[in-house]
Nanobody
């Protein structure tokens, strides 16, 4: 069974910073891509940032230069440092982990989501 644990999020003023963390645990063969997606009411979930098992990041254009994703493969953990936050970054942020399980193939697992609100 796979468990995705998220932490971080909250309320911050425009221009401020927040850090999100996510860790995958349980019994599986390996974790490949991990990342953060975000969603606002009435819209589809969209990519914020992902990182490969080799440490190669991928960012949405809207967050480039402001967000930094990092990874610790020994802990199956990623962190998203969000700087220069804007009101339009307000969303529920979901952690996604692509996990390969023996006998079950490859599955995208999602966390429950954490709210990020950027407001003065």
């Amino acid at each position: 069974q796979v468990h995705i644990e998220e932490s971080g999020g909250g309320l911050v003023q425009p221009g401020g910073s927040l850090r999100l963390s996510c860790a995958a645990s349980g019994r599986f063969f390996r974790v490949t891509t991990m990342g953060w997606y975000r969603q606002t009411p009435g819209t589809e979930r969209e990519l914020a940032a992902t990182i490969s098992s080799g440490g190669v990041p991928n960012y949405a254009d809207s967050v480039k230069g402001r967000f930094t994703i990092s990874r610790d493969n020994t802990k199956n953990r990623i962190d998203l440092q969000m700087n220069s936050l804007k009101p339009e970054d307000t969303a529920v942020y979901y952690c996604m982990s692509t996990i390969e399980e023996l006998g079950s193939g490859i599955t995208n697992y999602w966390g429950q989501g954490t709210q990020v609100t950027v407001s003065s």
